[in-house]
């Protein structure tokens, strides 16, 4: 009898220590952001300014981040800049997009140089499908980023980058890739921004593709430094905006407590803080 209650104790007791470990959550490893690398894929070069102080962020943690843009922004012209469409602009375009990434203290550009405004032609939507395919390859990035399905505010260069992106991403099989994500906007914000005077960033407020929150869980703050380096690329790109329609631009950015928003493409379980998570 005195052995079967020994057994039986000695069984309570290890269930009850199981119990006890199985409660204990293990604290999580700190990130090594040095080993890391950032993708960021989009249409034009400027495109990257609404989330240029997460990139900042990021640079300044040791992330290796690459800026991907995949058309040579040759008909974009702006009137202000006196440059007419073609291979003059293109040049140009070149040129300021290698001082964002000086700016932002990240690798230079990866430029495709597909032509502006064609990436809905057939023959672009597959030769674009193959190039990401090798870079994802070739680089290697643990994170992507780029545009939603509505393509910031529904440009059909912007929505084909966002789609193509995507469609690599998931076929994925012998890459490292571990999270693709999109950069959102909420209406709330848009709302709250104070008025503005120009016309250009008007006409993106008023035509912003939002998110609603409950999809933007990865939520990453960032500095004051950090929304003063991304003002200071966004002026690289002197071609195609005015220092004030610049200066609200940023303003919308600014009107999100220093904390920008992502939907990862396949949904994803609680709130972020780290693109990494």
Not at 41 to 46: G, Q
Not at 155 to 180: C, G, M, W, Y
């Amino acid at each position: 009898m005195k052995k079967l209650v020994l057994i039986v104790g000695i069984g309570l007791l290890l269930f009850s220590c199981n119990i006890k470990s199985k409660s204990v959550k293990e604290e999580p490893k700190p990130i090594t952001y040095t080993d890391k690398t950032i993708m960021a894929v989009f249409a034009h070069s400027d495109d990257e300014s609404p989330i240029s102080p997460v990139l900042s962020k990021y640079a300044k943690l040791g992330v290796n981040i690459y800026l991907v843009i995949v058309t040579d922004g040759s008909k974009g012209v702006a009137p202000h800049a006196n440059i007419p469409e073609g291979d003059s602009l293109a040049n140009v375009r070149a040129q300021e997009v290698l001082c964002t990434t000086k700016t932002l203290g990240i690798n230079a550009p990866i430029l495709l140089n597909y032509p502006d405004g064609e990436l809905s032609k057939k023959e672009n939507l597959f030769s674009l499908d193959d190039k990401i395919d090798s870079l994802f390859t070739t680089y290697r990035p643990d994170v992507v980023l780029t545009y939603g399905p509505g393509g910031s505010y529904g440009h059909p260069d912007h929505r084909a980058v966002s789609n193509i992106v995507t469609e690599v991403f998931q076929k994925n099989s012998n890459h490292t890739l571990k999270q693709l994500l999109y950069a959102g906007v909420l209406q709330e914000d848009l709302d709250a921004a104070p008025k503005l005077k120009t016309n250009m960033a008007s006409w993106f407020k008023d035509n912003m593709k939002t998110t609603d929150r409950k999809y933007l869980t990865y939520r990453i703050s960032y500095d004051a430094d950090d929304l003063i380096v991304g003002r200071a690329a966004l002026g690289c790109c002197k071609s195609q905006y005015t220092s004030e329609v610049m200066d609200e631009m940023f303003n919308l950015i600014g009107q999100r407590e220093h904390v920008l928003y992502f939907r990862p493409w396949n949904g994803s379980d609680g709130i972020k803080t780290d693109i990494f998570e």
